[in-house]
Structures are given as C-alpha cells and as structure tokens.
C-alpha cells in the first residue's frame, strides 16, 4: 500500500492510497472462507462448499465490502498515525467509471483512491500557575445608602459599609450547605467579600449546621 499527501495547506490535509489488487483479493479470499461454514447452497454440505465456487456467487460483493472496510481501515491508520483529530467527515473520492469500478471488483485493478479531510486545530493550554487574581475591594465613604448596578432588570438600594459599622449589632444569617464556603470565608475574616468589610466585634452570625460545616467551634 501507497500513501501520498498531496495537501498540506492549513488545516485541510488530502492523501491519494493506491492500494494493491493483490492485498484486495487475499483479504476477499479470507472473507469467503469465513463464509464457507456460514453459507448453505444446494448440492453441497453444510462446510463443503468450494471457495472457488463461493468466489464465482459471492465474489462481487465480497469484493465491494472488502473495499469498503479497507479504505475505513487505511484511512483510521492515516489519520491516528499522524495524531489528526477531525473536524468533518473524511471526503473520499473513487473511481467512477463502470469499467474502472469492475476492473477493482474483479482484481483486475488496484484501488486508487483520495481522501480529504479538516482537522481540529491543536490548543495548547497556558500555565494558569504563575497567574495572579487581583480582587478589588471598594469602600464607600461619602454615603450611607448607595444604589447598585442593574442586576436581573432592578437596581438595588443598599447600605454602605460606614452606615453598617456604625450600627449597634450586626446579624448574619446562613443556612444550606450553599453557603459553606461563603461563612467559613465570613469567619476568617476574608475583606475580599462584601461581608468581610463589616466590623466583627459587634456581629453575631446564626448558622444551621449545613452552612457551618467548615468552621471549627473549638
């Protein structure tokens, strides 16, 4: 078997496969033996049918199938030897004449055949570990009540942080096993989130056990 890449441009790659007439008929041959326990013809025993005699009835489609299972087989070796992932159906392109297509049912002729096909490109991946995430933190000095951006089609009112740290006791309250990481950030006193900014001395947080899973009473 010959494999010749004529296309290399980009992402689309085509081969031209010259498979020889004598690979075709040695693998048709198995194929009838194969057959020859399986058929029942008249005249003959089940297992005693002459291969010969089944290359003569069966010999034409035995033929097209081989063809059609050798050009699937050439064409995954092609592409998994070359590590193609593809992005469209392989476009195979045989001859169409009726005399070259009897020449190759007949093993007259060796199967010529293209394939064209367009690869996934290959993505490399960046090292996100020398990556930082900087987290801005706003504080809000000048007023009490702010209005928040457009979230879900409404603008919130909301309390600002100098407004809430003035107050005489603050209450958070945290229920369901969604709330885990956000409490336990909550209790560590992370300033990233909005809660964090809040004064701790005068807080007091209720949990179900769901959402305090993470903290330690201890």
Same mark, same amino acid.
């Given at each position: 078997m010959q494999v010749t &890449?004529?296309?290399a441009e980009g992402l689309k790659h &085509?081969?031209?496969?010259s498979v020889p007439a004598s690979d075709l008929d040695a693998k048709a041959d198995a194929r009838l033996v194969d057959l020859k326990d399986k058929v029942r013809l008249? !005249?003959? #025993?089940?297992?005693?049918v002459? *291969? $010969?005699?089944?290359?003569? *009835?069966?010999? #034409? $489609?035995?033929m097209a199938e081989t063809v059609e299972q050798t050009i699937r087989d050439t064409n995954t070796k092609i592409?998994? +030897? #070359?590590?193609? #992932?593809l992005a469209t159906e392989p476009k195979v392109t045989m001859p169409t004449e009726e005399k070259a297509v009897e020449d190759i049912l007949t093993g007259k002729s060796d199967l010529n055949y293209t394939v064209s096909i367009e690869v996934v490109p290959s993505i490399q991946l960046a090292d996100f570990k020398g990556f930082s995430v900087e987290k801005p933190v706003a504080d *809000?000095?000048?007023?009490d009540v702010a209005l928040t951006g457009i979230y879900q089609k409404r603008r919130r009112m909301t309390l600002t942080y100098p407004l809430l740290n003035r107050s005489r006791r603050v209450l958070w309250v945290a229920t369901g096993s969604e709330k885990i990481e956000m409490l336990a950030r909550l209790? +560590? !006193?992370d300033i990233t989130i909005p809660a964090g900014r809040i004064r701790r001395d005068h807080a007091l947080v209720i949990a179900d056990q769901a959402a305090a899973g993470k903290i330690s009473t201890s």
């Open positions: &890449e004529t296309l &085509e081969f031209q496969i008249n !005249g003959f #025993r089940p297992g005693k002459p *291969v $010969s005699h089944l290359k003569k *009835v069966y010999g #034409r $489609s035995v592409f998994t +030897e #070359r590590g193609f #992932r *809000v000095t000048d007023a209790h +560590e !006193g």
